[in-house]
C-alpha cells in the first residue's frame, strides 16, 4: 500500500526543530544561571532556585522533543514501506525527512539531559 503525500505542505524546517529546541533549553539554562549568580553578592549562595527552574526547563524541552520524535517516527513509518528510502518519489522524500527528523530529535534529547546534568553537580555560583 502506498501512501500519497502533497508535497507543497511539506517543509524541511521540521528537521531543525530538535536542534532549535536543545539550543534554546541551552541558552535559558545558562542565561538564567548566569543572571541569578550575577544579582547575589556572594558566590557561594545556593542555586536551588536556579535548579528548580532547569528542572522546569528541561521538563519542557523534552515534551517539546518527544512530540517532534513522534512526528518523525510517524513521519519514517509512512505506508510502511521498508527502508532505504532512497527512490525519487514524495513519499520515500516525506519518509527520509521523518527519519533524520526521528534522528536528530534524539540526539538533541541526549544533548538537553547532558546540559541538564550541570544543575545536578554544581552547588553554587563559584
Known sequence: MTAR???RHESLLIIAAGPLVW???FLLC???????CAKQGNPL???MTVRLSIAAFTAIALGLIACIAWWGYRAHRLGGERAPHDDD???D???FVGYATLLLAGLSG???VYAALVAVFVQTCQ
Open 45 to 47: 549562595v545556593p542555586l
Open 110 to 112: 541526549v544533548a538537553i
Open 23 to 25: 539550543a534554546a533549553h
Open 93 to 95: 522524500r516525506h519518509r
Open 89 to 91: 518519489t514524495p513519499e
Open 30 to 36: 545558562y542565561v538564567t544561571a548566569a543572571v541569578w
Open 5 to 7: 503525500v502533497a508535497e
